[in-house]
């Protein structure tokens, strides 16, 4: 079986942000914004699928998915544009290929103790986010 995503997760470090927010062509007023929030992450998993909460003070962010299935992703309030995305597993690490306007994008993420490290890339840059763990949903 898989890793346990199931968690409430704190950022405590976030990696060349501002870069990978240029990379999607995010405006500056919005680059600045976002790199100043340190959002949660909440989410929950039974098996494939997954709900995954994005949550910060300015915009919050939702992804309802399967892994293995693909979906068209409304990434309004991220840089508003619309891709086709697709999450595998990789061992216990979850690959998201995202197709549209921009070349090589996607995320992983992966569980190493009680953190959650994430991976964002486009077009050629990564930026690289640490949560901790807070707490555990009881079953």
Sequence with gaps: MPADYNGYWK???NENFEEYLKA???NVAI???ATLLKPDKDII???NHFIIKTLSTF???NMDFVVGEEFGEDLSGVD???CMTTITWDGDKLICVQKGEIEGRGW???IEGDELHLELRAAGTVSKQVFKKSYTPAD
Excluded: E
């Design 80 to 82: 508003d544009r619309k």
């Design 108 to 110: 992983t993420h992966w």
């Design 45 to 47: 998993q039974d098996g």
């Design 11 to 13: 950022m405590i470090s």
């Design 59 to 61: 915009r919050n962010y």
């Design 24 to 26: 999607l062509d995010v």
């Design 31 to 33: 680059r600045k914004i």
